[in-house]
């Protein structure tokens, strides 16, 4: 069974970057999906990015096209978010999740594994 651990999180101003990463314990699915989700108080748990079949396709949200940048680093089973240029409405706990099968990356059930999480905080 695979598991993730998610660290980078913290507390930034608006403007500000930070990078997210998520480390699996084992090497993920070749052909599936490595997802970043977010979701803050009261809101449901959204996509934000993901990466697939080893880095050929990334998927982006709406909302951070262009802020954000998923990668893999498959030497180190490990993905990274790059979150810059960061708002207040950014703010949320950011979940890495794998998917072995992903028809559509960024929706939530398509993953069956889930780090615990680390809160991302943007003050205005």
């Known amino acids: 069974q695979v598991q993730l651990v998610e660290s980078g999180g913290g507390s930034v101003q608006a403007g500000g970057s930070l990078r997210l990463s998520c480390a699996a314990s084992?090497?993920?699915?070749?052909?599936?999906?490595m997802g970043w989700f977010r979701q803050a108080p009261g809101q449901q748990r959204e996509g934000v990015a993901a990466?697939?079949?080893?880095?050929?396709?990334?998927y982006y949200g709406a909302s951070v096209k262009g802020r954000f940048t998923i990668s893999q680093e498959n030497a180190r089973n490990t993905v990274y978010l790059q979150m810059n240029s960061l708002k207040p409405e950014d703010t949320a706990m950011y979940y890495c999740?794998?998917?072995?099968?992903?028809?559509?990356?960024?929706?939530?059930?398509?993953?069956?594994?889930w780090g615990q999480g680390t809160q991302v905080t943007v003050s205005s």
């Open positions: 999740a794998a998917a072995r099968y992903a028809n559509n990356p960024l929706l939530r059930s398509q993953y069956t594994v």
């Open positions: 084992v090497s993920t699915y070749n052909n599936g999906c």
């Open positions: 990466i697939c079949s080893g880095g050929v396709g990334t």
